[in-house]
């Protein structure tokens, strides 16, 4: 059976500063490569320096004048995002796109961040909530569009406010899921506060679908010695065109981070087989995302948890240097 193909048209983006989350593989990759490619300049926060200098040898193949750097950042260390928030404030540029895409997922085991807190929900959620907070004011200079992109896990999420690190009990598809869920209620409350302040950010949410990543990969460090079990399904069911591939299952985040039509507060995804693939679209949120209280809930304890305030003054202008 053919994979049917689909793609979206990424405007010109010359001129314009992008950072992605996650691009030294996988999906954050195939959006560093594609925001090259619009003439975007795109900064990589990477853990590991040699995937990132392979990422950027990737993309140079690909995109023969591709403008991309390489920044040190590990999202399970605050003082790592708060290291980056430093070193890019104090370059003094206007942010324009932040793709938060980065994440791990499913340890067979509880893990900790350097902060102490469970794996997934510090380093998916609060570490990219940190990172929002410290770089605001390139944010707000440069009137930016912020995607944070989900999972179809957190349709099934809820928030265990009695135990956010999973320290009573850990189960790590319902720890990833809260995180998710989160990260998602928080996009959605930065967007609401953007209007309510003028801060002049644009935020919104994006779900990849399914499609074979190294996120399904074995992943030693966290200590998962095998693929996950469904990784050969999913694999056959991407060629088969039910679940996506990860040049398809880029363009809801690519679409919600760059195009005209995307509108802060939404949320976009693939359109078929109950948003497994397909042509990227916005969709209906999932019923967890859709309270206001629960959002505003999830921003307070995590400037909380993360050490950081979104009580900024206002922007003020920028000097390159």
Do not use: C
């Amino acid at each position: 059976m053919p994979r049917a193909r689909h793609d979206i048209s990424v405007p010109d983006l010359s001129g314009r500063l992008a950072v992605v989350t996650g691009a030294s593989d996988g999906f954050g990759l195939g959006l560093a490569t594609r925001l090259a490619a619009a003439g975007a300049e795109v900064v990589m926060p990477v853990r590991n320096p040699a995937k990132g200098h392979a990422a950027i040898a990737a993309i140079a193949d690909r995109v023969p004048g591709a403008k991309i750097s390489l920044r040190e950042l590990d999202l399970s260390s605050l003082a790592s995002v708060a290291t980056l928030g430093h070193t890019l404030r104090a370059e003094g540029r206007p942010l324009h796109i932040l793709i938060n895409n980065a994440g791990v997922m499913d340890p067979p085991d509880r893990l900790t961040t350097a902060d102490g807190f469970e794996l997934q929900f510090g380093t998916n959620h609060l570490g990219h909530v940190a990172l929002v907070a410290h770089l605001l004011p390139l944010l707000r200079a440069g009137l930016a569009r912020v995607t944070n992109q989900l999972s179809l896990a957190a349709r099934f999420g809820s928030i265990n406010w009695d135990d956010l690190n999973s320290e009573r009990s850990y189960a790590r598809r319902r720890a990833y899921a809260q995180s998710k869920l989160a990260f998602g209620l928080f996009g959605l409350e930065l967007d609401r506060r953007s209007r309510a302040g003028g801060w002049g950010i644009t935020s919104n949410i994006s779900h990849p679908g399914v499609a074979p990543t190294n996120l399904l990969a074995a992943q030693p460090h966290m200590g998962r010695n095998q693929q996950a079990i469904q990784y050969p399904l999913i694999r056959t069911l991407s060629r088969w065109g039910v679940m996506g591939t990860v040049e398809t299952a880029v363009l809801p985040a690519l679409l919600a981070a760059t195009s005209p039509d995307a509108r802060g507060g939404l949320f976009y995804g693939p359109s078929r087989f109950g948003g497994l693939s397909g042509p990227p679209a916005e969709q209906a949120l999932y019923d967890p995302l859709r309270s206001t209280e629960d959002a505003a809930r999830v921003w307070r304890i995590s400037e909380e948890l993360a050490k950081v305030s979104f009580a900024q003054p206002q922007p003020q202008p920028f000097q390159a240097g």
